[in-house]
Structures are given as structure tokens and as C-alpha cells.
């Protein structure tokens, strides 16, 4: 079997102890890593200063090794939070206003993807299998194409694919499409970002789709799939059901006492319609008074690339929102949003995810969004919450029992509030069953293997060689 390499921006690197960092991704790469043996490589999240970056620090656990670099300050302003955070993040969520666009920035993305292909380059063996994942990292294959290797390379998008239409008002949309034809495997969240993707292709003519989810692009053949990625399903249900009885979580249901619970789960992001989501919580109380002081909305939202000013702006507009909204609907007994601006620990979410009637997952734009999955997967079978989903999130084509919403339709959020708050036992039931189902079967172990089942086959077709 051959080695599995894996490069991402940033590295879950396990702890002393081997217990690699919480989080679905985290865990279902390293069990493939570790089935595999291999090496997992990214940034280390520290800058050299303007110095040269020091030679990778490798740390070897069992059978992987994961392989370190430092940055200097200028990559990681112009690589990190110039172009990935500030032009292709944007772009990939439709947010042209958002783009900030700049020539430095740009090569700063294509000269950090060399170093990477630099450092990493040395590590390869010729029949490793190596997977790249996100936006940061889409020239690698071309570079690591350049400097002579010829192993099967894959990669898999997180975020969402946009249209044509969005995509060419980036500059370099030409050298971010090229980029992705030097992958044998380019995978992507939804059919509807491949089906965007194969748009880009058609359109100034670059590409042809060839059948059998095979595309030609640039003088090369690679194939372009739908992964959708899944969470450890069956474990993370264990997981919510044992932290009940957690101190933590226990301590908030009483303090929610008699009250519904609404929950809330995004990393502080404009794509994540927080904004939004508060104005459609005002409107659903005003529009039910029997609901004042009857419901609590916790939204808990960590920080997130504060380095960004969107992202710093946003903190502020947020807090502002949400004491404007408590301060007018509030009462002496009641706190209508209690909003919590850092992380909580996972079993504490996973406890709060169970005991909340409702789940708020609303973004105006998500690759697939893993935090309604987990809400699903937290449920008590017997007494089920309701998923209200933004239908323009990637789980809304898979998770068909939630309430889709526009999330730009205030109204239509906080009617779905009410109707969900108010769902008999039969329907929730219902609806859960046929979500979490599907979320058993579809897991995250088996979106790894899809993948690289992918990878793998491909070997021998004519991805590699000039079409
Ligand atoms: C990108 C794509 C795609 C959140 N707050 C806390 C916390 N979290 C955890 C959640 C969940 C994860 O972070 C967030 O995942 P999402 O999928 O919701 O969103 P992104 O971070 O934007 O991820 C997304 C994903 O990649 C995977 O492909 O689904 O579309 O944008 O697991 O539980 N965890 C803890 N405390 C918190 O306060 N412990």
C-alpha cells in the first residue's frame, strides 16, 4: 500500500501523548495516516521574523511524521491573511465586496505554495499518495509538478466553488484554475460547486468535461468529484449523550431552567450570517410575544483571523447587536441572547447541542458546515430537536429533514424558529431519524475513503501525462 502524504495549511498536531487535537477532520485523516503510514505537512502557525525559516521540525509519532515549516512575517501577511483570507475566501463565498485584491498579496499566495513544495519535495517517495487540502494550497500540485514529481496528487476543497460570473473577477482566476488541472483528483463539497467548476471551465473555453467525472483542462485530464464531508457520527452521539452529565452542562441547563434552548455554533465569520441570524431571532420574538422570557439563544462564537479588519469590524458589530437586542427586549428575569465571544470546550458543546430544542445553522454561504451534522448527531432519539439550516449551506442537500431557510429572508428565519419551537414529538422524530441515518452512513471515515479510493484508481489513467 502506498504512503499517504497530507498537506494543509495548518497541522493538528497530536499532543505528547498522541492524542491528536478534537475535531472530525483531525481524527479521520490521522486513522488514515496511520493505516497508511505517512507524512502530514503544513505552516506551523509561527513566523521566523524576516529570517529564513529554520529547516522543518518533524515530529514522528508510530508510523506518521508530521513535518513543520515556520513563515516569515511578509508570507504569512501576504500568503495567509492577504490572498487566502482576503481575496480567494471572499470570492469562494460570493462576497465580492469583500475581495481585496493586490499584486503583492498574489505572489506572496504563489511563491509561499514553491516554499511549501520546496520543503515538502524532499520528504516524497515516488509511489506516495499525496492529498492537499484548501483554498491556501491550490498551486502545489503545479509546483511540485515543476520540480519533476509524478506521484498521484489530490485535492479537496472545503469551501464552496463559485460561479464563473464571481470567480473571473479575480485576477488570477486563470492561474487558480490551471492550478487545479495538475491534480489527478480535485474533489469538492457539493454537485453544485462541481457543477460551478465545470462552468468555469466551459466558459473562455478552457476545458472540456469528458464523462465519468472526467475533465480536460490545460493539456491534462484529472478527475473532478462531490465528497461531501461528514463528521465521526456514531462517536460524536456518544459523546453528547455522555457530557449530560457534565458539571458545565449541567450547570446551564439549570440556569436555563424552564426556558427553550436555541443554540448557535460559528467561528466568527461574515459568511456565517450571525448578523442576520440575531435580526431573525428579534423578529421571531416580536413576532410571538407568549415567547418572552419563554426561550434563550445561545450563540457561542469564537474568534476567528482577527487579523483581518472584516473580521475585526465584525466582532464589534456583532456584541453591539446583540446588547441592543437584550437591551431592548430583555426584562428583569430574562436575557433573550447570551452571546459567548470564545471557544468552549467540545464536550460542553456537545451537551449544549443536545439539550437545544433548536439548532441555528444559517449562513449566507458554507462549503458544507459541520456544526449542523454534529447537532444532528447530539440529539436524544427520543425527544429530538429541530435543525433550522440555510439552504445554502453544502449539509442542506444532504440533510433534507432540517428547515431550510434563505437565511437573507428575516421573516422566513424567524417563522422557521417559531414552527420548529412548536414541532409535535411525531414530526421531530421524524424528521431527525432521516438525517441521522443518513449521517451514520455517511461519515467521515467514509468520506476519507471515498476519496482516496478516488486517488488511488485513478492511478493509471491518464491523469498525469499531457492529454
Ligand atoms: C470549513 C468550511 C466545512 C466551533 N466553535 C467551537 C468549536 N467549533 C467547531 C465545530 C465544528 C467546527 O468548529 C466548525 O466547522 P464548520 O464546518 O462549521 O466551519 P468552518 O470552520 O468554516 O470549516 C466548512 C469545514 O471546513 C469542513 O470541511 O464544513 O464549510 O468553511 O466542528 O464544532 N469547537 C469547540 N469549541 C467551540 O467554541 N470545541
Given at each position: ?8 495549511n ?123 487540502h ?13 520540480m519533476?514529481?509524478k ?16 470567480l ?102 461574515y459568511?456565517?450570517g ?9 423578529r421571531?420574538?416580536?413576532a ?13 462564537t469564537?474568534k ?6 472584516e473580521?475585526?469590524?465584525?466582532q464589534?458589530?456583532v ?6 437586542v ?30 437545544g ?59 422557521a ?10 414530526e ?8 441521522m ?31
Amino acid at each position: 500500500m502506498s504512503r499517504l502524504v497530507i498537506v494543509s495549511n495548518r497541522v493538528p498536531v497530536p499532543d505528547k501523548g498522541g492524542i491528536a487535537p478534537a475535531g472530525g477532520l483531525a481524527v479521520a485523516l490521522k486513522v488514515a495516516l496511520e493505516e497508511h503510514g505517512g507524512i502530514w505537512m503544513g505552516w506551523s502557525g509561527q513566523s521566523s521574523g524576516e529570517h529564513e525559516p529554520q529547516p522543518m521540525a518533524q515530529l514522528r509519532q508510530g508510523n506518521i511524521t508530521y513535518a513543520l515549516t515556520d513563515l516569515t512575517d511578509t508570507d504569512v501577511e501576504e500568503y495567509y491573511h492577504g490572498f487566502a483570507n482576503r481575496v480567494l475566501w471572499p470570492i469562494c463565498h460570493y462576497r465580492l465586496d469583500l475581495a481585496e485584491y493586490g499584486r503583492k498579496e498574489m505572489a506572496g499566495y504563489f511563491r509561499v505554495n514553491r516554499f511549501f513544495a520546496h520543503r515538502l519535495a524532499p520528504l516524497v517517495e515516488p509511489d506516495d499518495i499525496i492529498w492537499v487540502h484548501d483554498y491556501h494550497l491550490i498551486p502545489l500540485a503545479a509546483e511540485l509538478r515543476q520540480m519533476g514529481l509524478k506521484n498521484r496528487i489530490g485535492f479537496f476543497l472545503h469551501i464552496p466553488w463559485p460561479p464563473a460570473d464571481v470567480l473571473f473577477t479575480m485576477p488570477v482566476h486563470e492561474e487558480i484554475m490551471r492550478g487545479l488541472s495538475h491534480y489527478d483528483v480535485v474533489g469538492f463539497q457539493t454537485d453544485h460547486d462541481l457543477e460551478n467548476f465545470a462552468g468555469c471551465l466551459r466558459r473562455e473555453g478552457i476545458g472540456d468535461e469528458l464523462g465519468g467525472g472526467r475533465f480536460s483542462a490545460y493539456g491534462r485530464v484529472f478527475k473532478g468529484g462531490v465528497y461531501p464531508i461528514g463528521i465521526e457520527t456514531a462517536a460524536f452521539a456518544e459523546f453528547a449523550k455522555k457530557a449530560m452529565t457534565n458539571k458545565t452542562v449541567r450547570k446551564a441547563r439549570e440556569s436555563i431552567e424552564h426556558r427553550n434552548l436555541i443554540i448557535g455554533v460559528d467561528r466568527l465569520d461574515y459568511s456565517k450570517g450571525i448578523t442576520q441570524r440575531i435580526d431573525a431571532f428579534e423578529r421571531f420574538v416580536l413576532a410571538n410575544p407568549a415567547q418572552q422570557g419563554r426561550v434563550t439563544y445561545l450563540q457561542i462564537t469564537p474568534k476567528s483571523r482577527s487579523e483581518v479588519p472584516e473580521y475585526e469590524a465584525m466582532q464589534r458589530t456583532v456584541a453591539e447587536q446583540a446588547g441592543r437586542v437584550n437591551g431592548a427586549l430583555g426584562a428583569v428575569d430574562w436575557v433573550p441572547i447570551r452571546y459567548i465571544n470564545r471557544s468552549v470546550g467540545r464536550h460542553i458543546l456537545a451537551g449544549l447541542y443536545r439539550f437545544g430544542k433548536v439548532g441555528l445553522v444559517t449562513p449566507l454561504r458554507d462549503g458544507m458546515n459541520l456544526v449542523a451534522k454534529e447537532y444532528v448527531a447530539a440529539q436524544d432519539p427520543e425527544d429530538p430537536g429541530v435543525l433550522v439550516l440555510s439552504r445554502f449551506a453544502g449539509a442542506a442537500r444532504e440533510l433534507r429533514g432540517a428547515l431550510l431557510v434563505n437565511p437573507y429572508d428575516i421573516e422566513g428565519t424567524a417563522f422557521a424558529m417559531a414552527r420548529a419551537l412548536s414541532m409535535p414529538l411525531d414530526e421531530r422524530k421524524d424528521r431527525w431519524k432521516s438525517m441521522m441515518d443518513h449521517l451514520l452512513e455517511h461519515d467521515v471515515s467514509r468520506w476519507c475513503r471515498d476519496f482516496l479510493d478516488d486517488l488511488t484508481v485513478s492511478a493509471g489513467q491518464p491523469g498525469s501525462e499531457p492529454a
